[in-house]
């Protein structure tokens, strides 16, 4: 894919949504560390029902350490893997309250140091929370720069390092979260919605008139309509 369509496409996307923003629920840097670590392997949805309760009774890492193991995995327990992940946040608020001050740090080598956060974790809480203009990697972008001709590469890291080299500066900020909205629902997995999908003209996947094509198909049999036969 060539400069020109990497722009245009980013241009629509923040046409369609000048602020874009992180689904998850969160209301200081600390919460959405906490939030992404829970996160993993789990839905935005998920974690905001399990977060809204965990919040009202815990906000800082001093709170979540008075809360306790056995406490945080009940409150928790919904979520995938909810063992690990107590046991790494109770883990983490101690480290953040001994080497930190009990602030969430602003450096990526000091992220990563802490326990349960990798890469992918480290990058949304540089972007969202400090404003880096760093892109971070899930299912849906890998998926996305994939299919698209946008930035492919065979693992999240060469992704992450292509978006680096080819998405202009001034969409670097907020390519993380239109890419990652544009692959929960648009370009999804197994059912892509290309026939409404906004960059169509500019992707360069090879399946994408089939899908649309079929879309369109689908959609005349859900209302009813049969497509007409060619008489000539």
């Known amino acids: 894919m060539n400069r020109a369509k990497r722009i245009a496409i980013f241009e629509i996307l923040r046409e369609l949504n000048p602020r874009p923003a992180t689904e998850l629920t969160y209301g200081s840097p600390f ?121 492919p590469g065979k693992n999240v890291r060469e992704v992450e390092e292509r978006l680096d080299r080819v998405v202009p500066d001034e969409f670097r900020k907020d390519a993380h979260h239109w890419l990652i909205l544009h692959g929960r629902y648009v370009c999804t997995a197994r059912s892509p919605k290309c026939a409404a999908c906004p960059i169509f003209a500019f992707c360069e996947w090879r399946g994408r008139h089939q899908a649309a094509a079929g879309e369109s198909r689908a959609g005349a049999r859900r209302s009813g309509d049969r497509p007409r036969r060619s008489v000539a």
């Open 31 to 151: 919460e959405l560390l906490v939030a992404v670590m829970l996160s993993a392997q789990a839905t935005d949805v998920s974690v905001n029902k399990v977060s809204r309760h965990l919040f009202a009774v815990a906000k800082t890492p001093e709170a979540f350490v008075r809360l306790g193991l056995a406490r945080l995995r009940g409150m928790i327990r919904t979520i995938g893997l909810y063992n690990t992940k107590a046991a790494n946040l109770i883990h983490t608020c101690r480290i953040l309250i001994h080497e930190h001050g009990s602030r969430v740090p602003s450096d990526r080598h000091a992220l990563e140091r802490l326990p349960g956060v990798g890469r992918k974790t480290a990058n949304v809480v540089l972007n969202t929370a400090f404003g880096v203009p760093v892109i971070a990697v899930d299912t849906h972008i890998f998926r996305v720069a994939n299919r698209t001709g946008l930035a």
